[in-house]
């Protein structure tokens, strides 16, 4: 879920879960082969295009436990010209409220974060439930009783070699939208995950989808709980 794979805890890098070789192998006249995410682009934006028009639906229809939400980038900002501010589906992340926490507040951008997550891909060609290709705790199940949370900051920071690195932009959006408790499942655009790229074992124009659960979180300065 980091633009930089490489983070503090380093549990976010994404090389080698879940995986098999010959992920990103296209077929050829000689080999029977088929490729695992063949017209993977077309069918990412078809996914996003159809849940974004009815999650709409269901909101429309009073169902609350689902939310559409903006990118946090775009938040609170303000109309400079006479033309009103429009967003396109693809500048929201998507999220289903499994269960609602009893936190009031949600964490600043130069917050830290615990927390517990999986994330996976839309259905593929093998993988017909969405490719794992990562997650924070080691049991097939999640157990709240023997899982420990990952910690994380939600904003911009550096690695062990001083280089930069972040959450992708639909993960922090998430996050900063969340209460102490609460467990979503999230739905990311690849615009807002990891773009027109590889990253990892994610191809290029992957939709993300995350069990998040957001335990606690803290200001700069004091420490996170276990």
């Not at 029977?32 to 639906?57: G, H, I, P």
């Not at 033309?83 to 693809?90: F, G, K, N, V």
Request: a negative charge; one cysteine or more.
């Amino acid at each position: 879920m980091t633009k930089n794979i490489k983070t503090l805890i380093g549990v976010f890098c994404l090389g080698g879960m879940m995986l098999s070789t010959g992920l990103f192998t296209s077929c050829t006249e000689n080999d029977d082969t088929v490729e695992e995410y063949a017209n993977w682009q077309s069918k990412n934006e078809t996914y996003w295009d159809n849940l974004y028009t009815t999650t709409q639906q269901k909101i429309k229809g009073g169902d609350t436990s689902w939310k559409i939400i903006l990118n946090y980038t775009f938040q609170n900002q303000k109309q400079t010209t006479g033309s009103a501010l429009t967003y396109r589906p693809e500048n929201y992340i998507i999220a289903h409220v499994e269960q609602a926490g009893t936190g009031t507040t949600s964490p600043l951008y130069s917050d830290s974060v615990s927390m517990h997550y999986m994330g996976r891909l839309i259905p593929s060609t093998t993988y017909t439930s969405g490719l794992i290709f990562d997650k924070s705790w080691s049991s097939n199940q999640f157990n709240a009783a023997t899982s420990r949370p990952v910690h994380s900051y939600i904003g911009l920071t550096y690695d062990a070699e001083g280089k930069p690195t972040s959450l992708v932009d639909g993960f922090t959006t998430a996050l900063m939208s969340m209460h102490r408790g609460d467990h979503w499942t999230v739905y990311i655009p690849y615009q807002l995950g990891y773009g027109e790229k590889n990253s990892g074992v994610v191809p290029a124009y992957s939709t993300l989808i995350f069990d998040l659960r957001l335990n606690d979180f803290s200001h700069p300065g004091v420490k996170l709980k276990d």
